[in-house]
């Protein structure tokens, strides 16, 4: 049954309260962090700057009392997507690819260039896994709606809701775990009955079709959890008219910095592909 276990393997959406310094930052400094290291993931054109932000979260989880594990194992889950991604970048060739031919079959070949754009695909994905994962670990529920709040008040002049998209995006970010606990749940009632979940056979092609009925179950339940939250939040008169908020985010000692840093931690993937050019 470790094979279909999705729950543990889930570290986006799951709090790890170590009471660290990085814990107690106001949810804007936070944003301010996650945005800085997506970009420079993203925009990164190296190897070394696109693994900059990737070594970065590590560092910082550790330092928040984020086990590196928890903060890798979230990877785990696309792992098969990343491989149907490296698979098409085999098999279809890219257009004015002159360079070396690391490895040919048949009419199929694994060029350099392939093999880099598939390096950078695992890189930036890993890297963006973990970079969620560790604000989510950092930031309770509360605070990650909250912090959307802060950032988006100023639109409010033009009429948008902060509160509404604070919500969904709680929501969103909540409802992570929770759905890999019920597609957990579906596959190990599956596999009771006799469905080849897990058991090692068969290529990756048999284990994607074997996955694929799940997909409906889970998706219904999704949605009755979904249906169930919004009634109980209209039972109990939930409205963004006149919200007051009871929490503050008092700023910590050396708030200021740590802002900076992370616009040197977006500069630094930047800075780093200049000088792997130049090398």
Known sequence: M???????????????????????????????????????????SSWVGAAFPFALALALGARAGVRPGFLLRGAKP???????VALLQFLFSWPGDDSAVLLSLGPFSATA???????????????????IGLFTSVTAEGESMHGVEDILSPLERLGLRPQRLALAFGVALRFVPIVAGE????????ASRGADFGSGRGGPLKKARAYLPLFVPVTLR??????SMAE?????????????RLASYPKRR???LARIAALLACAAPFVLDYFAQRL
């Not at 696309?78 to 149907?84: E, S």
Request: proline content about 2%; cysteine-free; overall charge negative.
């Open 78 to 84: 696309i792992l098969p997507l990343l491989a149907l």
């Open 254 to 256: 050396g708030e200021g």
């Open 113 to 131: 260039m392939e093999a880099r754009l598939v390096g950078m695909t695992f890189i930036r994905t890993l890297g963006l896994m973990t970079v």
């Open 2 to 44: 470790r094979g279909i276990e999705f729950f543990r393997n889930v570290s986006i959406g799951q709090y790890v309260d170590s009471g660290s310094y990085i814990h107690s930052l106001r949810p804007s400094t936070k944003y301010l962090w996650l945005i800085a290291l997506m970009v420079s993931g993203i925009a990164a």
């Open 183 to 190: 597609l957990e749940d579906i596959a190990k009632a599956q």
């Open 232 to 244: 109980a939040m209209e039972a109990r008169g939930y409205s963004e008219e006149g919200r007051t």
């Open 222 to 227: 999704a949605l009755e959890r979904a249906e």
